[in-house]
């Protein structure tokens, strides 16, 4: 049932709305000592599995609840709706199950089991459609978000990928972290993009500080792009990392997608993805996800090539435990012709 933990803000006793919430945003900045070693550049990962609900969506399902409450969009007690390939949906259950919203998800019937039981587990109600119907098809994600939002008096949907406080999420909040737990160093930046908010959030932030604080200096922002994903050029297909890329027949770019900020795409293959993460556990003892693989394999890419001496700072958007059913299943990885490299502890 949607909200069966809760049906008001006033249930939650004094103070555990703020503590819980306090708490998205200020995830750490760690430092690749193995993965980076040999390179003449240094590796960092800002760890948004640190985030109450697991991934670097709490802080845009914040931004855009805080935001639509603000405006009246968000009434109290209203029904929160989206269309989402998971984490923006756990962060939405997450956020609406604290300040009172009941949250339906519209996911695609090819999720992972660990997504799957964290929405459950936060109270939303999920509906699975076909994740890969065009946009013109009744059974479209989108469509049937928009369909159940018509249905519920009162109820609203966020449109993550029009939303401009899903970007400012990022140049409010992650950016300055980025900043400040660099020391400023920052040289290279590198995110995956799914809506776009988080490389144009961060990128646009970033770039500013480099220009205002580092005269004649430069922020190099590298977009991080799957196989089967049209953003960097390639034709569409089937995606494989969770979260990101864009694989519709003509690329529909987000409107929260800045394009000028990001200098360069580099797309990864499936195998180096999927390597990476493993080499991301077995050499630095960090389980995260596959969009962590694939923004990670870009970032050491780009270290390599870089300057001596360069800062790059990768965003590894979640954790590995949502993930055991796909990125560390053997049957999984086979059944999809993924191979991993023979340093990848496999």
Do not use: C
């Amino acid at each position: 049932m949607v909200g069966r933990h809760r049906a008001h803000a006033a249930e939650v006793p004094d103070g555990l709305d703020e503590s819980v919430l306090a708490r998205v945003g200020n995830t750490p900045l760690v430092a690749l000592e193995t993965l980076s070693r040999g390179l003449g550049s240094m590796v960092h990962v800002k760890l948004e599995s640190e985030n109450p609900g697991g991934s670097i969506k709490d802080r845009t399902a914040l931004s855009m609840v805080r935001a639509a409450e603000r405006s009246g969009e968000l009434r109290p007690g209203a029904t929160i709706v989206e269309s989402t390939s998971g984490n923006t949906g756990i962060g939405l259950a997450l956020i609406g199950h604290l300040t009172g919203h009941p949250v339906v998800v519209v996911t695609g019937d090819t999720i992972s089991e660990g997504k799957l039981a964290a929405l459950h587990n936060y109270g939303a109600r999920v509906v699975l459609t076909d994740w890969s119907a065009p946009s013109e098809s009744l059974e479209n994600a989108r469509a049937v978000a928009a369909r159940i939002t018509a249905e519920i008096p009162g109820a609203w949907r966020p449109m993550q990928f029009d939303n401009p406080a899903n970007p400012a999420a990022h140049y409010e909040g992650t950016g300055p972290e980025i900043w400040r737990q660099s020391g400023g160093t920052v040289t290279h930046f590198v995110a995956g993009i799914g809506t776009g908010g988080t490389i144009s959030g961060n990128g646009r932030y970033l770039k500013e500080r480099v220009a205002a604080e580092r005269p004649g200096g430069h922020l190099e922002v590298v977009g991080a792009d799957p196989y089967g994903s049209a953003y960097s050029g390639g034709h569409p297909g089937e995606i494989l990392v969770d979260g990101v890329g864009n694989s519709w027949p003509e690329v529909q770019w987000p409107k929260v997608f800045d394009r000028a900020l990001v200098d360069r795409f580099l797309r990864i293959p499936n195998d180096e993805v999927y390597t990476t993460v493993h080499l991301l556990l077995d050499k630095e003892g960090l389980a995260l996800g596959p969009s962590s693989g694939l923004a990670v394999a870009a970032a050491l890419r780009v270290a390599r090539a870089a300057p001596h001496g360069s800062v790059v700072v990768a965003i590894a958007p979640d954790a590995g435990t949502n993930y055991l059913s796909k990125a560390f299943n053997p049957v999984w990885l086979a059944e999809n012709g993924i191979r991993l490299a023979a340093d990848a502890g496999e």
